[in-house]
């Protein structure tokens, strides 16, 4: 399972990632550089939260997951 920080450092680099591909896509679009800023860093809180959430809640999660041995040898 990963600690708390672990979660919190992987949600801030892909927000970061996702957010300037926002940006960019806003930007793109609307030709402004404040509106295209403003989306990114709107997208970039929501989402930092809610990947963290994700995170949390799969760690609960026990699909998928192989079990240790009870004992080693």
Do not use: C, Q
């Not at 800023?37 to 997208?43: C, K, W």
């Amino acid at each position: 399972m990963d600690s708390h920080a672990r979660s919190i450092a992987k949600a801030v680099s892909y927000r970061i990632l996702g957010s300037l591909t926002t940006a960019s896509i806003v930007f793109f679009i609307s030709g402004d550089l404040s509106v295209s800023l403003g989306a990114g860093v709107v997208d970039s809180a929501l989402k930092t939260g809610l990947y963290f959430a994700h995170e949390r809640v799969w760690n609960r999660v026990r699909f998928g997951r192989v079990r240790a041995p009870e004992y080693e040898i």
